[in-house]
């Protein structure tokens, strides 16, 4: 167990953030820490843009870093997990 | 063309080919339900309560792989719907549900019948969307039918405020032709490589078993699952969920694993050297104890969900994809290298599994043995059910030791034909479900096999039947208690029956379905058991109801031997344990 920290990129819609806040918590995961920000900066972004081939648009996306501990094992399945939903362009950890 | 807000969604519905919508109005629903009665394209089902109209469009999305739709209003409407949305949920069936919500201004007031339906169902759905303006109905409902039938299936809410199904307001209407979702991209084609590093797994594989679930049923592989194993020859095993996906009647067959699995099945999973699970998620009723589970077993898992994956058995090899999919890449690849197919390698195990079978394999002519003693067992009167019906019918079970003995003892050699709730394990789900299919399917012979406990959680729906005339056969296996929960009471709790029996307060099943207009027949004697379900089964424009008194004490088996079991510790009989 270590503790992790898990950023995903969603479309900034009503209704996305609760959807993952929502995940962790029926899962029994611990959420530690959560920020969330709507991307103004996309020029940061162009590793994300290249991973998802698209082009982000100002405002259009939210940037959500969560940190919890967990294994790599459940690490992995959250991940996933995440991916999963509807409005989510993608989670990964952040190392 | 111009049109209001509650004719968009009905013209969308049309544009997505929906044949029925299963329904029931209210308040907040009542401009979409008048946009009904102003068309004739597809038929709104009165249901008697909303579970019966979320069961019923599962059934109807189970037996055709089309997604069923569902119509309920706020409040209480959309809180009925919620079990059948869960059903669906846990069974990765696709399905729409529109519920009705109060007038957008309204929202977050308390109002007559708010009830925050996203919230509630936000667990149980695959996604879920609130129409925030009229115009938007369209392009909701096309990505609503698109995320529920792609990837792994799933139930979709959409939460539609009164207001902007407004026939008053119109709107141009310019349906799109198809959708894409950026974030949204499920799997299909499978990455070759995996296949290849497959291929080495399964070409030397002793004591190989194939594992096919729900999945490969959700995603039409049936007959690439049969090809497959025209080349390999491998045992096979299906889950609850999967049955009827490979042929019962294939020699290779072994029937049903898990928790009331064959014996042969079980044995074969524990002892395996290769696991190739297509479209099965490792449920708890699969695995016994997973620590325990297959100790030698390599694991080849196919699944279009990624997350479904090393969630509880770690799998040795992935391949993500439409099942479907990998499955003709893996044929492919097979068929590259039949000399390498070498049938002699998995003899001695195909040997060792008939001697299971053989030892403690169920018996398919208890029907013969059972026809001297008084007591009717439910086993036989399933094999009744199975002989007169050749096979052929759709068979929709409720939950319990009937659903058991009817999955262990009708033989499904079709996909589609079995339609149960596996994972939520919902009472209820038998007689709506049975409606829906019967729909769908109106020439076909759909018999719903329930118990006394669970029929009386959706009997509402028999006037339902009566209304849209669905002859629909009922096999009532009446035992006179909740009898799967006293099976776990005589096994694990000394044989105390807290709660699980209720004898006195039966209601005379003949005469209840006679006052909805239905037919109805009791058997209580072994000997007159086949003569009138065959008489029964004769009448095909009325639905029958059969009441068959069976005998209360008897046990579903195999029965794992639980907590801190394997999948070889088994209980054979009220006192044989392996
Ligand atoms: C809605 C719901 N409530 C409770 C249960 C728990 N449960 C599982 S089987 C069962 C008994 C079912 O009785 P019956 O329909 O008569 O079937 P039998 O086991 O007697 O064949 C119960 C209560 C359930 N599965 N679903
Ligand atoms: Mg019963």
Redesign the interface.
């Known amino acids: 167990m270590m503790q992790r920290k898990i950023l995903v990129i969603?479309?900034n819609k009503?209704?996305a953030l609760?959807?993952i806040v929502?995940l962790f918590h029926?899962r029994g995961y611990n959420i530690e820490s959560l920020h969330v920000d709507p991307v103004s900066d996309i020029e940061n972004y162009k590793d994300i843009e290249d991973l998802?081939n698209?082009k982000l648009k100002e405002n259009e996306v939210s940037k959500l870093l969560i940190t919890t501990t967990v294994s790599d094992?459940l690490l992995?399945?959250i991940l996933?997990?995440i991916?999963?939903l509807?409005?989510?362009?993608i989670a990964k950890e952040e190392i | 063309m111009k049109l209001a807000g509650n004719d968009m969604l009905i013209q969308s519905l049309v544009n997505e080919g929906v044949e029925y919508i299963f329904g029931y109005p209210g308040g907040a629903a009542l401009h979409i339900y008048d946009a009904i009665f102003n068309q004739n394209e597809l038929q709104h089902i009165l249901v008697r309560h909303e579970q019966g109209a979320t069961h019923a469009a599962d059934g109807y999305a189970r037996a055709t792989g089309k997604p069923g739709v569902v119509l309920v209003t706020s409040g209480p409407g959309a809180t009925n719907a919620i079990t059948g949305i869960a059903t669906a949920f846990m069974d990765s069936i696709p399905m729409v549900v529109i519920s009705g919500q109060v007038a957008s201004h309204l929202i977050g007031t308390d109002a007559f019948q708010e009830t925050d339906m996203?919230g509630i169902s936000?667990?149980i759905v695959?996604?879920?969307f609130?129409v925030e303006s009229a115009e938007k109905i369209p392009q909701i409902i096309k990505e609503a039918f698109y995320?529920a039938t792609s990837g792994r299936p799933g139930p979709v809410v959409i939460d539609i405020p009164k207001d902007t199904t407004a026939p008053d307001k119109l709107f141009d209407f310019n349906p799109p032709e198809s959708v894409e979702?950026?974030?949204?991209n499920p799997p299909i084609e499978p990455d070759p490589k995996q296949i290849e590093r497959a291929v080495i797994e399964i070409l030397k594989a002793k004591k190989p078993v194939i594992y096919a679930g729900g999945g490969a049923i959700n995603s039409n592989a049936s007959e690439e699952l049969f090809e497959l194993n025209q080349l390999l020859n491998f045992p096979v095993t299906n889950t609850l969920m999967g049955l009827g996906v490979y042929p019962a009647k294939d020699e290779r067959f072994m029937g049903m694993l898990g928790m009331h699995g064959t014996y042969q099945s079980n044995m074969a999973m524990h002892n395996a050297d290769l696991i190739i699970a297509i479209g099965a998620r490792f449920d708890d009723r699969i695995t016994n104890t997973p620590d325990l589970f297959a100790p030698n077993a390599k694991i080849i898992h196919f699944d279009v969900?990624?997350?479904s994956v090393?969630?509880i058995i770690e799998a040795n090899i992935a391949v993500f994809g439409q099942v479907k999919n990998s499955l003709i890449e893996l044929i492919k690849q097979l068929k590259d290298k039949t000399d390498l197919i070498n049938g002699d390698l998995i003899k001695p195990w195909l040997e060792e599994i008939n001697k299971w079978t053989e030892l403690h394999g169920l018996n398919h002519e208890l029907y013969k043995e059972n026809s001297d003693t008084n007591m009717i067992l439910p086993q036989a009167v399933i094999q009744h059910v199975y002989n007169i019906t050749e096979g052929k019918a759709f068979v929709t079970s409720d939950v319990g030791q009937h659903q058991m003995f009817a999955a262990q003892y009708y033989h499904f050699d079709k996909p589609r034909y079995w339609i149960n709730s596996g994972g939520l394990g919902t009472m209820g789900f038998g007689l709506p479900s049975a409606m829906g299919v019967k729909l769908a399917y109106p020439e076909e012979e759909v018999v719903c096999i329930t118990g006394e406990g669970s029929i009386q959680m959706c009997i509402q729906e028999l006037s339902t039947c009566t209304q849209y005339n669905l002859p629909v056969k009922i096999i009532n296996i009446n035992n006179e208690a909740l009898g799967m929960v006293k099976q776990w009471q005589d096994m694990n709790y000394g044989g105390r029956h807290s709660e699980s029996t209720y004898k006195s307060s039966l209601p005379n099943f003949v005469e209840l379905v006679e006052s909805y207009g239905h037919v109805g027949f009791k058997i209580e004697k072994n000997s007159e058991l086949k003569t009138t379900l065959e008489k029964a089964f004769s009448i095909k424009d009325k639905l029958v109801f059969i009441d068959i008194y069976v005998d209360p004490g008897e046990h579903v088996y195999p029965m794992l031997v639980a907590p801190n079991g394997s999948l070889k510790d088994m209980w054979l009989s009220k006192d044989k344990k392996v």
């Open positions: 969603l479309e009503p209704g609760v959807r929502g029926q998802l698209l094992n992995r399945q996933r997990q991916n999963k509807i409005d989510v362009l | 996203i936000r667990p695959k996604h879920s609130t995320i979702i950026r974030s949204y969900d990624q997350s090393s969630k």
